[in-house]
């Protein structure tokens, strides 16, 4: 496998994006190849942790507006790059990634950091993986809130535009990051901001964990993730530890899927669900300093 490694100055003077880099060698699991991942942890140690964790194609930038509203609550907050974006390595090929090795890997970093006592915030693919991450090691877990994002089974035809999308991310020339993460928000992007996103991606060869998310989202019944997500899916549907759905009122992605998570999941009842208007898919720019509220709310209630 060959590893690509962002160059460090390449997130020197990020606009609003002043927090300590940390690195995790992640050890040999299988047939997984070690590989060094990058994390926030903000905040007193000795706090439970609030743990975000971003989609495609973004990474922890995505969450600077929420970050403070949670210190000032007085949270610790980790925030890691999925391996494949931010400071994180990256494997060179499409190849070398599949769902269960996230998965995987996100399961060898809670047990290098020994995150316990959890509150998760997952959007889009952070909810793919940290939803199997709650089904698979619960007990490293106190709740969690979802927030445009659900458990994709394959039992349900994607559509044609997903379809367009994956076919897109696979054979485009060049897989514009930052301009995907603007187009997928409420309100445009500064030029700074589109910048920052762009940044862990020097060039298009670092680009092979961006553009092979949406190959492995399951489509079909008989995807290799599709079974394991239909197990996480059995524990999910005996999740009593409180469960918060934070969808925005502008994603036409995962539009509806709140109303799964809240009609399946034990933990979802009599919770105080949230809508959120004015923001797109990736609301954590478009109200993200509500959305820390929110959260910061649901942690002090439960």
């Known amino acids: 496998m060959q590893v690509l490694r962002t160059p460090e100055d390449r997130f020197d ?20 190849q070690p590989l060094r991942l990058h994390y926030l942890d903000e905040g007193p140690r000795a706090a439970a942790p609030v743990l975000l964790l971003h989609g495609e194609p973004s990474w922890s930038y995505l969450y600077r507006k929420m970050i403070p509203v949670l210190l000032d609550a007085g ?3 980790v925030a890691p ?12 090929s499409i190849a070398d990634y599949s769902y269960q090795g996230h998965v995987d890997w996100m399961s060898a970093f809670l047990e290098a950091v020994d995150l316990r006592g959890i509150t998760l915030c997952c959007q889009d693919w952070g909810g793919l993986i940290g939803l199997r991450l709650v089904a698979e090691h619960g007990g ?27 076919e897109y991310a ?3 020339p060049v897989f514009p990051v930052g301009q995907i993460v603007s187009r997928g928000c409420a309100k445009r992007l500064t030029e700074s901001e589109i910048a920052a996103y762009d940044a862990p991606f020097p060039d298009e060869s670092f680009k092979a964990g961006a553009r092979a ?6 489509t079909t019944p008989d995807d290799p993730a599709a079974e394991p997500n239909r197990q996480a899916w059995k524990s999910l549907m005996q999740w009593e530890k409180p469960f918060l759905t934070a ?7 995962t539009r509806g899927a709140d109303a799964v998570l809240q009609k399946l999941i034990p933990g979802a009842r009599k919770q105080a669900h949230r809508t959120l208007a004015g923001g797109g898919h990736f609301l954590q720019e478009d109200v993200g300093e509500e959305l820390a509220r929110v959260l910061a709310r649901f942690i002090a209630d439960t």
């Open 13 to 32: 003077t990020l606009p609003g994006f002043d927090f300590a880099p940390h690195y995790v060698e992640l050890g040999d699991r299988g047939s997984l």
């Open 75 to 77: 949270h610790r907050v």
């Open 81 to 92: 790059d999925l391996i494949g974006f931010g400071r994180s390595d990256k494997p060179a």
């Open 140 to 166: 490293r877990f106190a709740r969690v809130l979802a927030a445009n994002t659900f458990l994709p089974t394959g039992d349900h035809d994607p559509g044609t535009a997903f379809r367009e999308w994956r």
């Open 170 to 172: 696979r054979s485009t």
């Open 213 to 218: 998310f949406p190959l492995l989202v399951p």
């Open 247 to 253: 969808f925005s009122d502008q994603d036409p992605i």
